[in-house]
């Protein structure tokens, strides 16, 4: 059984920070990318960050949070971070991490965390 566990959420202010943290576990094949997603009441889910799982570190953003989120991974740990500075109120919703693998019969398979709240306020 494969558990993706998320932690990191909670209420800032506007320009605070944040570090979101996801940690996978159980029968799973190699990680080929993970990414963070995040879905704000009443709108679609969208991605905010990918990073790929490999040797190489090859990143993408949404333009929404480019210069203000870096999303990082430990392979070791099989856990990825999403560090998010100058939080703004738009930033608020559920962030959910999504690991990809793939087997030796090159089957993908998409795994999600529980999803944590972010909320952005004064």
């Known amino acids: 059984q494969v558990q993706l566990v998320e932690s990191g959420g909670g209420l800032v202010q506007p320009g605070g920070s944040l570090r979101l943290s996801c940690t996978a576990s159980?029968?799973?094949?190699?990680?080929?990318?993970m990414a963070w997603y995040r879905q704000a009441p009443g709108k679609e889910r969208e991605l905010v960050a990918a990073?790929?799982?490999?040797?190489?570190?090859?990143?993408n953003y949404a333009d929404s949070v480019k210069g203000r989120f870096t999303i990082s991974r430990d392979n070791g740990k099989n856990t990825v971070y999403l560090q998010m500075n100058s939080l703004k109120p738009e930033d608020t919703a559920v962030y959910y991490c999504?690991?990809?693998?793939?087997?030796?019969?090159?089957?993908?398979?998409?795994?999600w965390g529980q999803g944590t709240q972010v909320t952005v306020s004064s």
């Open positions: 990073i790929t799982g490999g040797d190489s570190t090859n990143t």
């Open positions: 159980g029968k799973m094949f190699r990680i080929n990318g």
């Open positions: 999504n690991v990809k693998t793939r087997s030796p019969w090159l089957n993908a398979y998409d795994y």
